[in-house]
């Protein structure tokens, strides 16, 4: 399994590059994968546009291994970003994650989109970023801390 896991990890854009970026609304995540208690690093996307809810590219789920704990849907358009793609979910998953700097991990339901999430691999949306605290007035995120 581990060797399976780190060749799956090899073929993902690699989260490091995403650690030292400037963007405050972009983390690094470990996604714990159920059957091992291990975690996948991926590259998380704070978007307070995302109305839609959180979502994660089918890439990183079949990397998880996951794919049998999606409930599939039948590509539902969920929503539309701003350079009017259309967004469309195979399926909806929920999936534990932590984020560097935080003892507690945060479960969540993430729409399973069979498209290309790039330079992410996941987007956490408003609704969660704001039930979580992630953001706070006059607050900015930065390596997995908040600072006020």
Partial sequence: MKQW????????KT?????QHEDE?????????????????????LDTGC??????????????????????LDHEVIG?????????????????????????????LFYVIDQDLSPWETVLGSKSITQYGILGLGSSVKQGAMLT
């Fill in 5 to 12: 896991l780190a060749k799956q990890r090899r073929k993902m």
């Fill in 15 to 19: 989260p490091s590059s995403v650690k």
């Fill in 25 to 45: 609304f972009l983390l690094t995540i470990r996604i714990i994968i159920p059957s091992s208690h291990q975690g996948l690093e991926v590259a998380m996307k």
């Fill in 51 to 72: 109305e839609v809810g959180n979502l994660i590219s089918r890439h990183v789920v079949t990397t998880l291994g996951c794919l049998d704990r999606i409930q599939v």
């Fill in 80 to 108: 539309r970003c701003l350079n009017g793609q259309v967004l469309k979910a195979v399926g909806i998953i929920i999936l534990q994650w932590q984020w560097d700097g935080l003892r507690n991990s945060f479960s969540s």
